[in-house]
Nanobody, 124 residues
Framework: QVQLVESGGGLVQAGGSLRLSCGAS????????MGWFRQAPGKEREFVAG????????DYADSVKGRFTISRDNVKKTVYLQMNSLKPEDTGVYYC?????????????????WGQGTQVTVSS
C-alpha cells in the first residue's frame, strides 16, 4: 500500500515556475513507477510525466517536453515535478500516482494509487 500527498500548487503568471512535490508513505516506494497527471475543468485526466523506480527513465507528454522535469528521491520517498515556462493551458488539478509495474505507463488504469491532487492555476 502506498499513500500519496501532493503539495506545491498555486497561482502563477504565465512564464513562471512551480515545483510540485508528492510525498509517499509505505516501505515499497522505491519499487514503484511514479507518474504525474493533470485534469483541466471539463476535460479528462491526462498523463503529464512519468519516472521509473530507479529514476533512470522518464517520459513526458509532448505538451510539456522541454518545460517540465520529473525527478524522485527514494530516500525521502518523494517525487517532484518542476514546471517552467508555464502557460494558461497548464491550469488544472495535478495528481501523482504510483504504478507497481514497468515500464512507464501513460494510461490512467495502469496506476494503482493516487493522491488527492493539488491545484495549479496559470494566469495570462
Amino acid at each position: 500500500q502506498v499513500q500519496l500527498v501532493e503539495s506545491g500548487g498555486g497561482l502563477v503568471q504565465a512564464g513562471g515556475s512551480l515545483r510540485l512535490s508528492c510525498g509517499a508513505s509505505g516501505r515499497t516506494f522505491s519499487s514503484y513507477t511514479m507518474g504525474w497527471f493533470r485534469q483541466a475543468p471539463g476535460k479528462e485526466r491526462e498523463f503529464v510525466a512519468g519516472i521509473s523506480w530507479s529514476g533512470g527513465s522518464t517520459d513526458y507528454a509532448d505538451s510539456v517536453k522541454g518545460r517540465f522535469t520529473i525527478s524522485r528521491d527514494n530516500v525521502k520517498k518523494t517525487v517532484y515535478l518542476q514546471m517552467n515556462s508555464l502557460k494558461p493551458e497548464d491550469t488544472g488539478v495535478y495528481y501523482c500516482a504510483a504504478d507497481g509495474r514497468d515500464p512507464i505507463a501513460t494510461r490512467l488504469t495502469a496506476y494503482d494509487y493516487w493522491g488527492q491532487g493539488t491545484q495549479v492555476t496559470v494566469s495570462s
